[in-house]
């Protein structure tokens, strides 16, 4: 008897996950809730445990590949010696054209531009997302989809921050004090390679980023604060979804998050700064040196709180939002999404979706 494991789909709008850290081996005894693996997207990170107790058989993933949701992932027996059920040859002339080759990740419209080319899939790299602009370019011609180099062993601990200005230069100390990755470089599409900044080495552009992937780094932090902006920074984490990278939240060791404070992937929370019980910070989001997120406070995605910011409790800040520094927000207000509050402002009742709210202000006013 067996049970099979298949991949989870962790988000909707995401069916490939990274098989960021692997637990079990062919052979091992599981119990029931023992962790079989560990599954990254670029918005959620989430533990595959085991719902029955057996042994494992026919493990199909190594640690850093890439998975689809519904694929198997493994068997769970009664006996390490039970052999998986055999998969009937498939005759090349009875095989299924709209099949998506196993490891190949490529977006939906990619994938009908390329039926409706005759585009045999099997010639597409695996690894980095396929997109329709990347397609159209290797269909003309160019090296947007040139084959791939072999790829390497997934490094774990690898890491690179994707902008060397003042908030990559923050990233770089706030890594160096937590020192759990080992920092391999910056990325900067206008800074020249070969230059470093605070003594770490400047790589190239996005154009790297496939190099980097093939030499086994997968883990990124985004270092464009895009304050004058939110679009660059939001561009940034697409970049670097579509070349295959997650973007794990890093939290400076002397900021304070509360045991049942929730903190969604790419979240960066810097030294000093306080979130408090029960809160919820959004993908993305920047909680900067001493803001204080108070209890029961829900952050969307790709939120800034900037340094000094004191946000009092069940406060709800919609996607994209600014809080200028020294801002205070009080209790139970809701600030819009893509709402501006101003350095040094008081908000006392609710802001609505992209308002700017002046520096120094009593809103409202």
């Not at 962790?10 to 091992?28: C, H, K, M, V, W």
Request: hydrophobic share 40%; aromatic share 6%; glycine share 14%.
């Amino acid at each position: 008897m067996s049970i099979q494991i298949r991949v989870p789909l962790l988000n909707t709008n995401e069916p490939e996950a990274l098989l960021a850290s692997l637990s079990i081996s062919d052979g091992q005894f599981v119990q029931v809730g023992d962790i079989l693996c560990t599954l990254e997207t670029t918005k959620s990170t989430a533990e595959l445990t085991a719902e029955d107790e057996g042994y494992v058989v026919g493990l199909r993933y190594a640690q850093g590949q890439s998975v689809r949701a519904g694929e198997l992932f493994c068997y769970l027996a009664d006996s390490p010696d039970w052999s998986p059920p055999q998969e009937s040859a498939v005759d090349p002339g009875d095989r299924d054209t709209g099949a998506i080759p196993h490891g190949l990740r490529i977006t939906q419209p990619a994938l009908q531009s390329a039926r409706e080319t005759g585009l045999d899939l099997d010639l597409l790299p695996t690894g980095p997302l396929v997109t329709e602009r990347t397609l159209k370019t290797y269909l003309a011609g160019g090296k947007g989809l040139s084959p791939s180099a072999p790829e390497a062993d997934f490094d774990a601990d690898a890491l690179i921050i994707y902008g060397g200005g003042g908030h990559g230069k923050s990233l770089i100390d706030l890594l160096r004090a937590l020192n759990t990755y080992s920092l391999k470089g910056v990325l900067d599409d206008g800074i020249p390679p070969g230059e470093t900044i605070m003594g770490v080495p400047v790589l190239g552009g996005r154009e790297v980023l496939k190099d980097l992937y093939n030499q086994g780094v997968r883990r990124a932090v985004n270092a464009v604060g895009g304050v004058g902006d939110i679009a660059v920074r939001v561009d940034v984490f697409q970049w670097l979804a579509g070349a295959g990278f997650v973007c794990p939240g890093v939290v400076h060791p002397s900021a304070v998050v509360e045991p049942g404070a929730s903190l969604a992937p790419g979240v960066q929370v810097f030294p000093l700064a306080y979130i408090g019980s029960e809160v919820q910070v959004g993908f993305g989001s920047i909680v900067n040196t001493s803001a204080v997120v108070s209890h029961e406070c829900v952050l969307g995605d790709y939120t800034n709180v900037s340094p000094g910011a004191l946000l009092a409790g069940g406060v709800q800040v919609g996607n994209a939002a600014l809080i200028g520094m020294g801002v205070t927000v009080n209790l139970h207000v809701s600030i819009g999404a893509g709402a501006r509050i101003g350095n040094g402002a008081t908000v006392k009742e609710d802001v609505p979706e992209n308002a700017i709210v002046r520096a120094g202000a009593v809103w409202p006013e």
